[in-house]
């Protein structure tokens, strides 16, 4: 019987640093940190488990070498892998539905501590409408966060609710496909509060947008009319009809939209207390605003 040939091995440093350089060269936005999320989606462990892999086989090397390839390509990580972090949970992602992004974690923990108020007053359990839930993951991060939460969400995209109900489906989020004017008729008047990351890209901003971005995100995720505010009057509107009295709204805006995006809110006569916030690099991005 001929033996067989010794598997050949090459240390993780030293495939982090081939990997690092070739996204390094393609202009990835994090190549360190895309190497170590991709290796370790390959090798099937954590990103911190990588200290004790002792070493890369050839298939391992050629699965993550064909994944760089995509990744310097324009491909976001997330889709490589097909999962995205947010705040303290991982959802399912790929093509067809909006990818989470970091700064959406302060508009969430502004809510959450809003929650958190509700719950320890010990009145009842927080009522709360996500709208335009994509993948689910501000839902998911509510509800993992804030359990005594009653939390809904609605979503239009046939193919992000798909990303929705799977990724909600342990957690009790009550999900439906619609649109923002059709949802939790219901619900009128008793919503603690409503949140939503919607559409808010302009039209006339599709240069300014990254390749990355208008190639994989879903333009119904992104667009939102000519100065991109048509998704957030609609959700205005919606979010009167939702909220009980003294209820609060959190929606998520463009830097450019300081201004615009709050004025919604200000010119609807329903609101009030209507504020900007920033994010954890000084960007105002996410209003708030009561309902009177």
């Avoid at 947010?86 to 959802?91: C, G, H, P």
């Avoid at 923990?109 to 009522?127: D, K, M, N």
């Avoid at 009128?188 to 901003?205: F, M, Q, R």
Wanted: charged content about 20%.
């Amino acid at each position: 019987m001929t033996p067989k040939s010794p598997v050949t091995t090459v240390r993780v440093e030293s495939v982090l640093t081939e990997a690092t350089d070739q996204l390094r060269r393609a202009g990835t936005t994090s190549p360190a940190a895309e190497a170590r999320t991709l290796l370790a989606h390959v090798l099937g462990v954590s990103a911190g488990q990588l200290l004790l892999v002792s070493g890369v086989d050839t298939a391992a090397r050629s699965a993550l070498e064909a994944l760089v390839v995509r990744r310097a390509a324009g491909e976001p990580v997330q889709h490589l892998t097909g999962v995205a972090h947010f705040r303290t949970v991982s959802l399912a992602v790929g093509p067809g539905v909006f990818v989470p992004r970091p700064e959406t974690e302060v508009m969430v923990g502004w809510a959450i501590e809003r929650l958190q108020e509700l719950v320890a007053e010990g009145t009842r359990s927080p009522v709360v409408v996500d709208a335009c839930t994509g993948s689910g993951a501000i839902a998911m991060a509510i509800v993992t966060e804030v359990p005594q939460a009653r939390v809904h969400a609605c979503e239009l995209s046939e193919d992000a609710y798909d990303y929705a109900v799977r990724n909600l489906a342990a957690t009790g989020v009550d999900v439906v496909a619609s649109g923002l004017s059709d949802a939790f008729a219901e619900l009128a008047g008793s919503v603690d509060l409503v949140i939503s990351n919607p559409p808010y890209i302009p039209l006339t901003a599709w240069e300014s947008v990254t390749a990355e971005v208008r190639d994989h995100d879903p333009a119904p995720a992104l667009w939102s009319g000519d100065d991109g505010l048509d998704a957030m009057r609609e959700l205005a509107v919606a979010a009167a009809r939702w909220l009980r009295p003294g209820g609060w709204v959190a929606a998520e805006h463009a830097e450019v939209q300081h201004e615009s995006a709050p004025a919604v809110f200000l010119g609807d006569g329903r609101y009030d207390r209507v504020r900007d916030h920033p994010d954890l690099t000084g960007r105002f991005r996410f209003v708030t605003s009561r309902r009177i």
